[in-house]
C-alpha cells in the first residue's frame, strides 16, 4: 500500500524559501503524477503543481512565477520550492498521489508552514 | 473566490439524505472534466470519496453518490450517520489548466 511521507521547515520568515519533500513508498513511482496542494488556516484547497517521474510539470499559473516542483526518481522522492514566502504563504501543505482525471487518491499528512513577518 | 462554487454549510439528521452542489462554468465542469469528491475530517488530510463524476474508491460506502449534469455536480449522502461529519471539497480541470477546486462545505449531523 502507497504512502507519502512529508516533512520540510514549518517555520519561516518573509522572503525566504520554503522546501518541502515528500517521499513516496510503495507502489509504483513512474506510473503517476505527483502533486502539491496547500490549505490555508480556515480556508479550502489550493493545488499548487504537478510532476511526473521524468520531469513533466504543470503549475497553477497563480504561483507559477514562485514555484518550482521537480523529483529525484532514484529515491521515489518529489519536492516543492516556493521563494519569497509571505504571510499568505501561511498554510498546511499536502502532497499527493494524481491519477487521471486528473485526481488525487493517495494523499500525505501534511506539514504546517508558518510565516512570519 | 474559488473557481467551482459550493456552499458554506450543509445538515442533516441521522438517517436523512442531504445534497452538496458544485457549480462551475464552460471552462470547467461543463466542458466534460470529471468531478471529484473529498472528505475532510479537521486535522486529517482530504479523502478521496468521489472520482469520474461518479465512482467510489474502494472502501467507501455506496451511501455516497455523485453526479453531474451541465456545469454543475452534485455529492448525495443517504442514510446520514454521525461519522459523516465533514469538510467536502468538488474538484475539477479547468482550461487554463490547472486542478480546481470548490471552497468546501461543512456538513453538520444534526
Known amino acids: 500500500q502507497v504512502q507519502l511521507q512529508q516533512w520540510g521547515a514549518g517555520l519561516l520568515k518573509a522572503s525566504e524559501t520554503l522546501s518541502l519533500t515528500c517521499a513516496v513508498y510503495?507502489?509504483?513511482?513512474?506510473?503517476?503524477?505527483w502533486n502539491w496542494i496547500r490549505q490555508s488556516p480556515g480556508k479550502g484547497l489550493e493545488w499548487i503543481a504537478e510532476i511526473n517521474h521524468s520531469g513533466s510539470t504543470t503549475y497553477n499559473p497563480s504561483l507559477k512565477s514562485r514555484v518550482t516542483i521537480s523529483v529525484d526518481t532514484s529515491k521515489n522522492q518529489f519536492f516543492l520550492r516556493l521563494t519569497s514566502v509571505t504571510a499568505a504563504d501561511t498554510a498546511t501543505y499536502y502532497c499527493?498521489?494524481?491519477?487521471?482525471?486528473?485526481?488525487?487518491?493517495?494523499w500525505g499528512k501534511g506539514t504546517t508552514v508558518t510565516v512570519s513577518s | 473566490q474559488s473557481v467551482l462554487t459550493q456552499p458554506p454549510s450543509v445538515s442533516g439528521a441521522p438517517g436523512q439524505r442531504v445534497t452538496i452542489s458544485c457549480t462551475g462554468s464552460i471552462s470547467n465542469i461543463g466542458t466534460a472534466y470529471d468531478v471529484h469528491w473529498y472528505q475532510q475530517v479537521p486535522g486529517t488530510p482530504p479523502k478521496l470519496l468521489i472520482y469520474g463524476d461518479n465512482n467510489r474508491p474502494s472502501g467507501v460506502p455506496d451511501r455516497f453518490a455523485g453526479s453531474k449534469s451541465g456545469t454543475s455536480a452534485s455529492l448525495a449522502i443517504t442514510g446520514l450517520q454521525a461519522e459523516d461529519e465533514a469538510h467536502y471539497y468538488c474538484q475539477s480541470y479547468d482550461s487554463s489548466l490547472r486542478v480546481v477546486f470548490g471552497g468546501g462545505t461543512k456538513l453538520t449531523v444534526l
Open positions: 499527493a498521489r494524481g491519477r487521471a482525471g486528473p485526481h488525487m487518491d493517495v
Open positions: 510503495g507502489g509504483s513511482f513512474s506510473a503517476y503524477y
